[in-house]
């Protein structure tokens, strides 16, 4: 096809492709990997293997629970002993103070805007029961505000305050001596850059995928309210085209029902037909290769939708993702589970343990059979003495 019979992608195209994508990709929904991750879970927490009959011993070996705890806590120490996370060395005497600025820079973004140690924690984890775990690390753009009270402050002083750009009046008042007290709202630039991660149900891929370099298509799923999108600074005319939106609902996710069993059934609240504001939607950031000008060479695009309405397009040069993979499989995205490895191990233990259990309790309170009517008083059987 020559090049100039490509035809541009409008929104509607855009939104049916990423849908597309989606549908089809690893971890969207009941996915074969999605129902093992939920096996995994419930075998880590100790609800498998059942019991064969209900009188059975209950008793669950908690080899996958120590197997992924010791694991975890031996890579966590590698990670994280140390004073500095990471450190840059000069290559010659010109850059020695600026290495020692970027390694202190390195660990003011890892530690002190950032808890480093609990995102690494949660990756590894993932990685242990869910065959990859996921980061997210990205500039965030954005404002805080909070409310500062003055008191007693003379025409000059106020004036000296409101002349800074991220000062504004909240409510202030005048008294008969000519002083100023009030509340001052104080602007103050939060952009930095975020280290975050990302659950594995949250993330989807294409399948076969090889490695996150080489796809065409990934994405961030998460869920937000309308309110959240509205400060997020989106156009009121993008959001009130969202509308409901036949999508996967996040609360219903085996992978979901799994980790929360232990605490409850109870599903997370939508607010449906109650507030418009609180209604929880499901967005996608999505990273994927596209020819939206069609020009004949597609490129990486950063794209968040939210029901068939596309919020946000940008190209982009990099996907913000870091993957740990602890038991990679060479040309493949997803290696083994290692929680999985251990699970026949936790079945051999727990059947041989409950037979042990199940023998003594017969051994102790033996149950004897007698012919019907040959005792008087059956209760002598029944009564333990």
Known sequence: MNKNEYKKLDDDKIASILDDNIRRSVGYYDSQISRERKRV??????TLPRPAHDGNSKYVSLDVFESVESI???LLETFSTGSKTVRFAAQNADDIQISEVATEY???IAHRQN???EVMQSVLHDGLVARCGVAKVFYYYGDESHIEEITDLTEEELDAILVQDNVEIEEITEDAAGLFSGELRVTTDASKICIESIAPEEFVIEPQAKDLDSVTFCAH???KTISE????GYEESLISKIGDHSDVDMETDPEVLARHEEIGNDRGFNAKGYQDQVRNVTVYE???MLDVEATGVAELYRIVKAGNVILEIEPTSYKPFVV???LPIPHAFFGNNFADKVIPIQNARTVLTRSILDHAMITNNPRYMVVKGGLSSPKELIDGR
């Open 115 to 117: 808890n480093l140690f």
């Open 221 to 223: 799923r998460t869920t």
């Open 286 to 288: 999505c990273y994927v």
């Open 41 to 46: 879970i419930d075998y880590y927490n100790g």
């Open 72 to 74: 975890k806590a031996a």
């Open 229 to 232: 999108l509205r400060e997020m």
């Open 324 to 326: 740990f993979t602890p």
């Open 106 to 108: 390195c660990d003011y």
